[in-house]
Every structure is written in C-alpha cells, then in structure tokens.
C-alpha cells in the first residue's frame, strides 16, 4: 500500500506542509497524535505531529523542517509523488477537556503541532489564549490558521520583526503576572530548550504545563526502546506513554543529550545525500 501526496507547499524556506491521502489515519486522528512515516523502501522512519486532518476528505497534513537526509528528501516530494508507509495516528491524543482559559504556546516548528490542539480545545468550550514564536518574520507559519482558531493570539519573533521583541516566554509571564486571566493549562510545545525554559518560567505559578516531547523514535510501538525519556523518575516511551508530558516531571538535560547521540551518523547520512542527489533525482541511498 501506497500513500498519495495530494499537496505540497513550502510554508516558509526549509518548513513544507504535505496534505496525504490516508483515510484510515485520518478517521481515527486526534490532536497530539503523531504519525510515522516511510519515503521508501529504503528509507528511515521518522515521526511527524498530525497537523490536521480532514474525515470527510480523507487526509492528515504533516509540517515539517529539513533537519536532516529524511526531511531535505521529503521536501523534495511533489504531488502525486507517494509515500512508501504511512503508519498512525500513535501516541496519546492530547488530555482535551474543558478547563477555562488554556494557553498554547508554539515556537518554530511547534507551531504545527499546536495547529490541531487550539481546534480542539476551542471545540471543547476553552477559552484559547495562542503565543506564537519564531525567530523573524520570515520564519513564522500558521498565523493567519492560529488567529481563527484562538481567542487571542499573540505573536513573538527574537528580532522585533513582527509582534513582540522577544521570546514567547515573555508573554506567557505577562499573562501569569496580570490579574485578568486565570489560566488553567499551559501546553508548551518547541524545540528542547525552549520547552524547558518555558517550565522554568511558569513553575513559580504553579499552573500546569504540558509538553510534547520529540526523542529519536524508531518502531513507534514501546519496542525499540529508541524514545527513552524520564518522567518523574521512571522511565517511559514517548512513543506510548506520551507524546505530552507534564512539564516540571520532565528530565530535559536527559532528552537534550540523547537527541544528540547519533550527531555522526545523521551528519554522514546527509552529506552522503547532499552528494548523490539532487532535487528529486536521487540516484542512491
Ligand atoms: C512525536 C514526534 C513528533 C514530531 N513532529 C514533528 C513535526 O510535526 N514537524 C517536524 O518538523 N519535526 C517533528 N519531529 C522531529 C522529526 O521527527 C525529526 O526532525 C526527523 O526525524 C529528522 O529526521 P532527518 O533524517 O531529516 O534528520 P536526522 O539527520 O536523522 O536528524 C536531525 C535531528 O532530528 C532528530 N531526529 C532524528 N531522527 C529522529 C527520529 N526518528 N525521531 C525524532 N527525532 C529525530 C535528532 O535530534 C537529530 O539531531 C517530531 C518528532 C517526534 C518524536
Ligand atoms: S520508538 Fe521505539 S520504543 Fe518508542
């Protein structure tokens, strides 16, 4: 079985969105599940969040950065191009219920994954508070999505170039410090390090925090082990235990260095790519 590309767009240089034929996924697709998805035979699997979904259609859309062999060649996929394997939707939906006022905060990339989150947590009667980050203008995707899906939305860019001049952290304390909201969800979700310093920011106002963790995944299934992260001090697979987790549980220095742990490999694996292919013509693996 195949899997149909029925879109492809670049959203800004390195991010792509692609829409994909896989009706089975998208009916049982819930925000906060993940996919994982196969170029080729040959190819690596690699994890990607449920950006969206349409039953009716029959679709899920992925947003993804080049980081590496697999995204850059992905990225050179076009319509009706397929996919080898599709395999979803895995991992915990998002623990969606009507709490109040919940803010979501997405930085870079993260704000794809936040997309499908603000749609069903607005459907469950929440007031949406959306802070979105990048680090320019040029960089920030999904505004225009997030504004129709929250109440409010504020953006956030480190240069100044559009919103606020700083990092979305800044206007969650803003949020925390003003008497006007009483926030009773935080999901916070963007590289490592900005997940973990967004936990250090809201610990003191004791709100809970969740995030969506990204460790190397492999089989997706609890087997490989490959996602190893600690939560609490035990031991758990993001791939079935999690994606989300609650924040102040999480050992982020652990997730941080186990993310780097095939730094080589994946370097080697690219420049051997960068060599033999160019555009969609790649000749080897
Ligand atoms: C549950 C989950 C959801 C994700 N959702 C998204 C998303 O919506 N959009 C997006 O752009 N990225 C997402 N990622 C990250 C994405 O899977 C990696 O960027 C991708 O696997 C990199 O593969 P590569 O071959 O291009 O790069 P590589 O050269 O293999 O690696 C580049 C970097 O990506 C990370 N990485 C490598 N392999 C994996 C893997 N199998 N699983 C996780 N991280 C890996 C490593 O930190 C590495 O440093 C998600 C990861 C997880 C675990
Ligand atoms: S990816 Fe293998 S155990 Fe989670």
Redesign the pocket.
């Known amino acids: 079985m195949s899997y149909k590309i029925l879109e492809k767009r670049e959203m800004v240089p390195n991010v792509h969105l692609i829409k994909v034929d896989a009706p089975d996924v998208a009916k049982a697709a819930r925000a906060g599940q ?1 996919i994982i998805l196969r170029i080729d035979e040959e190819g ?6 449920i ?1 969206d979904y349409d039953v009716e259609e029959g679709s899920v859309t ?11 060649q992905l990225g050179t996929l076009s319509c009706s191009d397929d996919l080898q394997d599709f395999v979803g939707p895995l ?1 915990h939906p998002a623990d969606v219920r009507n709490l109040g006022t919940v803010v979501l905060v997405g930085g870079g ?1 993260g704000i ?2 936040i997309h499908p989150q603000a749609k069903a947590y607005r459907e469950a009667g929440n007031r949406v508070i959306s802070i979105i980050g990048a680090r320019n203008e040029g960089l920030l995707i999904l505004e225009d999505e997030m504004r129709a899906r929250s109440d409010e939305l504020y953006v956030a860019t480190d240069d100044g170039s559009k919103g606020h001049h700083g990092f979305v952290t800044d206007i969650v304390k803003e949020i925390l410090d003003g008497d006007e909201e009483e926030v009773a969800r935080i999901v916070v979700i963007g590289p490592p390090i900005m997940m973990r310093v967004a936990a250090g920011v809201i610990a003191p106002y004791d709100v809970e925090t969740i995030v969506s963790l ?5 089989d997706g299934t609890g087997m490989c082990g490959g ?1 190893r992260v600690s939560v609490g001090g035990k031991t758990k697979f ?1 791939c079935v235990d999690g ?1 989300e987790f609650n924040a102040k549980d999480v050992d982020f220095d652990l997730l941080m260095s186990r ?2 742990l095939y ?1 080589d490999e ?1 370097g080697q ?2 420049e051997n790519y960068n060599k033999c292919c160019s555009g969609s013509d790649c000749k080897c693996q």
Do not use: V, Y
């Not at 690596?44 to 969040?49: G, Q, S, V, Y």
């Not at 992925?62 to 850059?72: A, P």
């Not at 990204?214 to 492999?218: G, L, R, S, Y």
């Open positions: 993940f690596e699997r690699i994890p990607l969040t950006a992925i947003i993804f950065q080049e980081m590496g062999k697999t995204t850059k991992g990339i794809a994954p990204n460790p190397i995944m492999i996602c993001a994606p993310l780097s730094r994946e694996a690219l």
